[in-house]
């Protein structure tokens, strides 16, 4: 069964880094064909992908993200790390983590498996 | 950048109608894309990958088609269960269209 929950702070400063940690069970990053991404969706609007982890380590990041962000994964202790830099109440958003699977006749990643989504707040 | 645009933004049904979004990429993406529900509250919902494939456990009134640049989500028989959000994503390199509200007539 696979699952996965983010954690990290509610409420940040603007400028400040926010930190975010996925916690994972039930797959390994070590396995072929897997990934771990971060998807944010500000109150009432859409989706937006901001980063990807791949099983062999490539990175992927949204190209209007990409000087902010930071994926990195910890494969001992089951977890994956998003760092976003010079935070602004724009980013203000539920952020999920999802599990990626490589896999169709077309051989290409799809996110299957969600967490529950955190909150992040960013004001002053 | 791959931009996808979706549409209509929202639309309004009734149970037991058949309901079309669809979703167009700035550029071809073959048979890279997958479709998403999304319900208040709740983690989107993988419905659709490869365009056309069902994901394990969807119930088979939902279908994708295309390729290329244009596709689509077909609801063959609209239940109360599927009232919610609907986003298409391109799997190359994972932008997520507007999304797609289907509402209650």
């Known amino acids: 069964q696979i699952t996965l929950k983010e954690s990290g702070p509610t409420l940040v400063k603007p400028t400040q880094t926010l930190t975010l940690t996925c916690t994972f069970s039930?797959?390994?990053?070590?396995?072929?064909?897997?990934?771990v991404g971060w998807i944010r969706q500000p109150p009432g609007k859409a989706l937006e992908w901001l980063a990807v982890?791949?099983?062999?380590?490539?990175?992927r990041y949204s190209p209007s993200l990409k000087t902010r962000l930071t994926i990195t994964q910890d494969t001992s202790r089951d977890l994956v790390v998003l760092t976003m830099t010079n935070m602004d109440p724009v980013d203000t958003a539920t952020y999920y983590c999802a599990h990626a699977t490589l896999r169709g006749y077309d051989s290409s990643y799809s996110f299957d498996y969600w967490g529950q989504g955190t909150l992040v707040i960013v004001s002053s | 950048d791959i931009q996808m645009t979706q549409s209509p933004s929202s639309l309004s049904a009734s149970v037991g109608d058949r309901v079309t979004i669809t979703c167009r990429a700035s550029e071809g993406i073959a048979t890279w894309l997958a479709w998403y529900q999304q319900k208040p509250g709740k983690a989107p919902k993988l419905l659709i990958y490869s365009a056309s494939s069902l994901q394990s456990g969807v119930p088979s009134r939902f279908s994708g088609t295309g390729s290329g640049t244009d596709f689509t989500l077909t609801i063959s028989s609209l239940q109360p269960e599927d009232f919610a959000i609907y986003y298409c994503q391109q799997t190359y390199s994972f932008t997520f269209g507007g999304g797609t509200r289907v509402e209650i007539k």
């Open positions: 039930g797959f390994s990053l070590n396995t072929g064909g897997v990934g």
């Open positions: 982890i791949f099983w062999d380590d490539d990175k």
